[in-house]
């Protein structure tokens, strides 16, 4: 028993570092999976008690259409929170986090936006992405709204468990270059292929030199303006997402990530490496 105990504790009788982020993640995603499942199950039985399914929607009063129409979206707010809430109780106990610097989150936001600009300027110029038509009736509607809502909501949860439960425990008790390597690696599995998940490990590197620069705000800024560019307002061809303009792809998927989505071309990797290099060099500038 004793000897189990020296596995999860050290000798001061606290929790070893190297579990603080499997055990604070596997709570984060356990509450969300957790949320969401409970809600899922229970609109579920609610709409079954209703009566109401997709083919008699339009029948509905307008009150159940509402709660139908959004539910997803509720569900997906909830779990987010409530993951974020978790997470940020169990990163209080461990470690202090980076100092928020409120003018940073402007600049987090400028270098998502402007990698995103840029990554569709380039798409639509090389006529490797097109705009589906009519290119003059954008769309806009309250669905994109809720989902920009929803989209902040699960930038803020991500920066949480990735920055609070795995950076800063293996930042604090490892260093700095190990935290951003398993930040990095985790970060790859949010896409399949190949290149894709090399700038989806980029993009985890790039976030974590944004934290360290300008605290969970300003990471999460950064995440959730490349996001809304490329799921929102010119969508790639693999959102899910209520969009303003929605593209497909022509040609030269291998540049610009084509159907597989923008992580998934080269064109991703270079503007990730100019912002990484801009923060790197940003911060050799400020130590000199």
Known sequence: MNGLKRIFRNERGGLRAGWKPVIGVAAGFGTLFAVRF????????????????????????????????????FTHLAAYIAAMLIGLKLAGR????????PGMIAFGALAGT???????????????????????????????MTGMIVLIAGCLC?????????????????????????????SAFADTTPLGMLNSALIGFVGCLMYERGGLPASAAMQASWMFWTNHLF????????????????????????SAGAEAGIGCTILWMIIAACLLLKEQNANA
């Open 38 to 73: 409970l809600l899922g199950f229970a609109f579920g039985k609610l709409f079954e008690a209703w009566g109401v399914t997709n083919n008699n929607l339009v029948y509905a009063p307008v009150y159940a259409q509402c709660i139908v129409r959004w539910h997803t979206d």
């Open 94 to 101: 461990w470690t202090k986090p980076v100092e928020n610097r």
């Open 114 to 144: 402007v990698c995103a600009a840029l990554l569709t300027a380039a798409s639509l110029a090389l006529d490797s992405m097109r705009l589906e038509w009519p290119i003059g009736e954008p769309s806009i509607s309250l669905g994109l």
């Open 158 to 186: 991500n920066e949480v468990l990735g920055k609070r439960l795995v950076f800063d425990p293996l930042r604090q008790r490892f260093g700095r270059w190990p935290a951003y390597l398993a930040v990095a690696i985790i």
């Open 235 to 258: 969508a790639w061809p693999d959102s899910g997402f209520a969009n303003v303009y929605r593209m497909y792809e022509v040609s030269e998927g291998w540049l610009t990530g084509g």
